[in-house]
């Protein structure tokens, strides 16, 4: 009985939903902990591919209870969109709990995200556009919306009344972009959405939380994003607008830190990173192309292709430190299975000095220069692979090195997108 993190270690899309999905499996509760439609896990069973964007990917097991947690903002449209995609494919979504303590993506949102985005120009941040960062920041500036209030038209319009008007000045004279909101309008549209999440939000989600931990249920927190996005921890101001870290998860889903017993640090055998910002390991030209191609990297929410690059244990370092890590695991290790040759950066060089720590200062970063090492690319087949020992000597003496760098063991390995295909350590 246990209560378990799961969080990416890089810059997001490490596969955190297929080793969300294998371990609910022995979950009785997930919950989801921060960010919002902005991230898109994917989940492979058999043929089918189901990419979730806020609900918990512990979803296709009946059994489990899903929450969605006061850390995340929820845009109602999409969540309803997603249950009934997953009803007509047959999961009927009973096992769902939203928190009534978690904050609303409203249209202007979006708007000021994407004005924002354009006005930045060449310093844009290359945001997914939906609205996350302006809802967290409401959140913060204590304007925010949450789910509760939805169920009480009067304060609903109110503090709409209010959001709209600062939005609407923003938008037209800071901003210059052109939309048009209105409140009699937005009120009716949310009301809708309010009628049709009622039965799955709840009052106390942080009680419903204490309740399992109480009972020495199996639990699991589910992050989005990754380390390296992290708004405190991360590459800012390149980053997310929330604490994908292991911290965030004692907010997001209302635990204290004590009741925390493993923290497990999804990483990808490479990196990849989707937006702006810095990326010491990237691979620019063709092989960054193939691997591109081979590893499938393009946004599952946006579709934008993925920038890619070598496994980074400056990084990975960082990750271990900053969330705990108390065990990895390694994805998408078949995708490197045609290499010759792999490149690991073991530390970064800055000012003539090797360095190991991460330097959170961006303008430091860019700076740095990777030191590599060269292995040798196993050549092999792996996507069938079952056993540890199974794999390519020369994959597991890459592994070793990377959990050696990393400073955390590897339990998990995932050679495919499949939901079998993971080897257990
Ligand atoms: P936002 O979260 O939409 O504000 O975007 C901020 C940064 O985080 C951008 O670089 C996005 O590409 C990145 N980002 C947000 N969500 C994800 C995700 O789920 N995977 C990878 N990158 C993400």
Not at 185 to 203: C, F, P, S, T
């Amino acid at each position: 009985m246990s209560v378990t993190i799961i969080v990416g270690s890089q810059w997001g899309d490490e596969g955190k939903g297929k080793i969300t999905d294998l371990l609910s499996r022995d979950m009785d509760m997930v919950v989801r902990y921060q960010g919002g439609n902005n991230a898109g896990h994917t989940v492979v069973i058999k043929d089918k591919t189901f990419k979730l964007h806020l609900i918990p990917s512990g979803i296709f097991y009946a059994n489990v209870l899903c929450v969605i947690g006061n850390g995340v903002v929820v845009d109602p449209a999409v969540l309803i969109q997603e249950i009934e995609t997953l009803k007509t494919q047959g999961f009927p979504v009973d096992n769902l709990r939203i928190s009534s303590q978690a904050h609303v993506i409203f249209p202007y949102h979006r708007y000021m995200d994407q004005a924002q985005e354009k006005k930045r120009e060449a310093g844009r941040i290359g945001t997914t556009c939906r609205g996350i960062g302006p809802c967290y920041v409401d959140k913060f500036n204590r304007r925010g919306i949450r789910i509760s209030d939805l169920y009480n038209e009067k304060v609903l319009k109110e503090k709409l009344a209010w959001n709209i008007e600062e939005k609407s000045f923003l938008l037209e004279n800071f901003y210059k972009f052109e939309k048009k909101i209105d409140l009699d309008q937005l009120i009716n549209e949310y009301l809708g959405y309010a009628h049709g999440i009622k039965k799955y939000v709840v009052e106390e989600s942080t009680t419903l939380v204490d309740e399992a931990v109480k009972k020495n249920k199996n639990i699991l927190l589910e992050g989005a994003q990754g380390t390296m996005l992290d708004v405190d921890q991360g590459t800012f101001p390149f980053v997310t607008s929330s604490n994908p870290v292991a911290g965030g998860a004692c907010i997001g889903a209302g635990i204290g830190p004590k009741a925390i017993d493993e923290v497990i640090g999804v990483v990808k055998a490479y990196v990849t990173r989707v937006g702006s910002g810095p990326f010491p390991t990237e691979i620019t030209g063709k092989l960054g192309e193939e691997l591109r191609e081979k590893g499938g990297e393009y946004g599952a929410t946006t579709g934008r292709p993925r920038r890619c690059g070598w496994f980074d244990a400056v990084v990975m370092r960082h990750a271990t430190k900053i969330n705990s890590l108390t065990q990895l695991a390694v994805t998408k290790l078949d995708v490197l299975d045609d290499l010759e040759k792999i490149q690991i950066c073991v530390a970064y060089e800055y000012k003539g000095k090797k360095i190991q720590d991460f330097p959170t200062d961006i303008y430091r970063l860019e700076e740095c220069k990777p030191v590599y090492e060269e292995v040798s690319g196993w050549q092999e087949d792996t996507t069938k692979v079952k056993d540890y020992k199974d794999l390519p000597k020369k994959a597991q003496k890459y592994l070793k090195k990377l959990s050696d760098l990393a400073g955390a063991r590897i339990s998990l390995v995932s050679v495919g997108a499949e939901r079998g295909q993971i080897i257990r350590i």
